[in-house]
């Protein structure tokens, strides 16, 4: 079974700070996702990861894939309220999609 | 906008008393996904279809049955919840099964009293 590790599970911080969130597996993905859910609502695609040591931009959030493909990290610099929510990896295993345990990012003003 | 909606937004059910739960998509997508989400966990997926191929996690009790009439509706249908099945339930869609980007709806968050 393809397992996908997150690290830190709870992360509370200050506007401005910066951060990372850790998503590892032993298994070898060919793509990950990056979604965001606030408290209430679904899941939302941030970005997806498909080459191996590839590094994707979006505004604040810097995505990179591993170069083995095992492993993913998300950098968010100076943080917002706004990028309060719980963050999860995912990858598919064949045709079934396959979660992170998840990170729950609280910014505080 | 095309999109992927969940009703209702919240339900309230008795324990062993019956419950659906609907989801629908203007996007025209060939799949459509149900979720279960406990607290603060990753979604868990508990089956699909495939335009009308029903395809069955190995793992979801059997309490928990689906129906797609059309492609637009996909309904979630609880025979007897127990208290453990309070949950968010997350439908989502994509075009083709496989390595295809999901699309989720709002979810219902389900309570069992």
């Known amino acids: 079974t393809q397992l996908l590790e997150q690290s830190p599970q709870f992360l509370s911080i200050q506007e401005g700070e910066n951060l990372t969130v850790y998503c590892n597996s032993s298994s070898v993905f060919s793509s990950l996702q990056w979604y965001r859910q606030e408290p209430g609502e679904g899941p939302v695609l941030l970005v997806t990861v498909v080459t191996g040591g590839e590094v994707k931009k979006l505004k604040r959030l810097t995505f990179q894939f591993g170069d083995a493909r095992k492993d993913s990290s998300l950098h968010i610099t100076a943080a917002q309220t706004g990028d309060t929510g719980l963050y999860l990896c995912a990858g598919y295993n064949t045709d079934k999609l396959i979660f992170g345990t998840g990170t729950r990012l609280q910014v505080f003003p | 906008d095309a999109m992927v909606i969940q009703n209702p937004r919240y339900q309230v059910t008795q324990f062993g008393k019956p419950v659906t739960l609907s989801c629908s998509q203007t996007?025209?997508?060939?799949?459509m996904y149900w979720y279960q989400q406990k607290s603060s966990q990753a979604p868990k997926l508990l089956f699909h279809?495939?335009?009308?191929?029903?395809?069955n996690e190995a793992d979801t009790p059997d309490n928990f049955q689906s129906r797609r009439p059309n492609t637009s509706f996909c309904f979630l249908d609880i025979r007897s919840p127990g208290l453990g099945d309070a949950a968010m339930y997350l439908c989502a869609t994509s075009i083709y099964r496989g390595q295809e980007t999901q699309y989720f709806g709002p979810g219902t968050r389900l309570l069992v009293l």
């Open positions: 279809y495939y335009d009308k191929d029903f395809n």
């Open positions: 996007l025209n997508h060939n799949v």
